[in-house]
T-cell receptor, first 115, second 114 residues
Framework: DTAVSQTPKYLVTQMGNDKSIKCEQNLGHDTMYWYKQDSKKFLKIMFSYNNKELIINETVPNRFSPKSPDKAHLNLHINSLELGDSAVYFC??????????????FGPGTRLLVL | KQEVTQIPAALSVPEGENLVLNCSFTDSAIYNLQWFRQDPGKGLTSLLLIQSSQREQTSGRLNASLDKSSGRSTLYIAASQPGDSATYLCAVIQYGGSQGNLIFGKGTKLSVKP
């Protein structure tokens, strides 16, 4: 069984479009994350979220918004896509409360290409 | 601001060699340090997690050490195999960081040649 899954795996779209990436975890974790891996393969946190708090990395444009319909899902919505948004986006999860000390489990990534 | 550096950026070794990957971080106030493996076009797989109170962790042929005071960690791979070829990423969670956000290095790309 897949622990953290993301859809779609690949996403090619035009500049200016709005798109969503879905993430689901079946680990019973309470904290979920979104990371961005740029063309230089550098991974950087975008958001972390549990049922109490959303923490946004200050460098993330407000065109990006995470939405959590329930504890097992944290979807990423992106408005007005720009060329620089092209990257691989990874979802991750860990146990709540002790998030600082727990292993994070990553999804397979969504490769976004903005044309 | 925490910065994580990994040296070397790339490493090529013949099969069977023992090797060491290095990770350094600028702020020693961390909760833990994690080593990940990333295969081309794939997600990240957690290899080892070392809590700040620990000095090392072992899993099979992998051994990770942590020296918080000097801001260093090493990942030792014994008897390397071609299947070990991947990018290895080091990441820390810092005190004061929110919700356990990982701060990553840029990785070491390892190639083990048969």
């Amino acid at each position: 069984d897949t622990a953290v899954s993301q859809t779609p795996k690949y996403l090619v779209t035009q500049m200016g479009n709005d798109k969503s990436i879905k993430c689901e975890q079946n680990l019973g974790h309470d904290t979920m994350y979104w990371y961005k891996q740029d063309s230089k393969k550098f991974l950087k946190i975008m958001f972390s979220y549990n049922n109490k708090e959303l923490i946004i990395n200050e460098t993330v444009p407000n065109r990006f918004s995470p939405k959590s319909p329930d504890k097992a899902h944290l979807n990423l919505h992106i408005n007005s896509l720009e060329l620089g948004d092209s990257a691989v986006y990874f979802c991750a999860s860990s146990r709540a409360g002790t998030g600082q000390k727990e292993t994070q489990y990553f999804g397979p990534g969504t490769r976004l290409l903005v044309l | 601001k925490q910065e994580v550096t990994q040296i070397p950026a790339a490493l090529s070794v013949p099969e069977g060699e023992n090797l060491v990957l290095n990770c350094s971080f600028t702020d020693s106030a961390i909760y833990n340090l994690q080593w990940f493996r990333q295969d081309p076009g794939k997600g990240l797989t957690s290899l080892l997690l070392i809590q700040s109170s620990q000095r090392e962790q072992t899993s099979g042929r992998l051994n990770a050490s942590l020296d918080k005071s000097s801001g260093r960690s090493t990942l030792y791979i014994a008897a390397s195999q071609p299947g070990d070829s991947a990018t290895y990423l080091c990441a820390v969670i810092q005190y004061g960081g929110s919700q356990g956000n990982l701060i990553f290095g840029k990785g070491t790309k390892l190639s083990v040649k048969p």
